[in-house]
């Protein structure tokens, strides 16, 4: 009997967890880079160690609880290794109602694309203690952004 009472409690959790994440997509055109240091590391050539600030905006917005995204300022370090980049950021994403989401990422790649991961660790207002993850996939043409989220309890 409390085998089944245990199989039927970890049924309704894993059922009451897949309903509360939420399917989330977007693509976003970043700009050129507003502040961008480099400085050679010296140990090898084209190894550089570089900070850049880049401003994106969403050519089809991610949807949160009805808002929509408008606008992000990504602060990026990059390590370049000749055509190899390896990339970790921060984000500040601002929504149509005011909102923000931060989310981090990570991702390498060349100068011509890159792919990697990303997660929200919270915002603000409506969307204060939401989380989610997911996976980008960017070229010139931009960026594209699939995952989901779900909102604190």
Not at 97 to 111: L, M
């Amino acid at each position: 009997m409390s085998r089944i009472f245990i199989a039927i409690a970890l049924v309704c959790f894993v059922a009451a967890t897949t309903a509360a994440q939420t399917k989330v997509s977007a693509t976003a055109q970043c700009g050129q880079p507003d502040t961008h240091h480099v400085i050679p590391v010296g140990d090898i050539p084209d190894h550089s160690l570089g900070l850049l600030q880049v401003k994106c905006t969403y050519t089809k917005p991610m949807e949160i609880e009805g808002a929509k995204s408008v606008s992000t300022v990504i602060t990026i370090t990059n390590e370049v290794s000749g055509d190899s980049i390896r990339a970790h950021g921060c984000q500040v994403v601002t929504m149509d109602s005011g909102d923000k989401v931060f989310v981090s990422h990570e991702g390498a790649g060349t100068p011509e694309g890159q792919d990697g991961t990303w997660s929200i660790s919270g915002g603000t207002g409506k969307l204060k203690g939401v989380k989610g993850k997911g996976t980008y996939s960017c070229s010139s043409s931009g960026c594209d952004i699939a995952g989901e989220y779900q909102l604190a309890k």
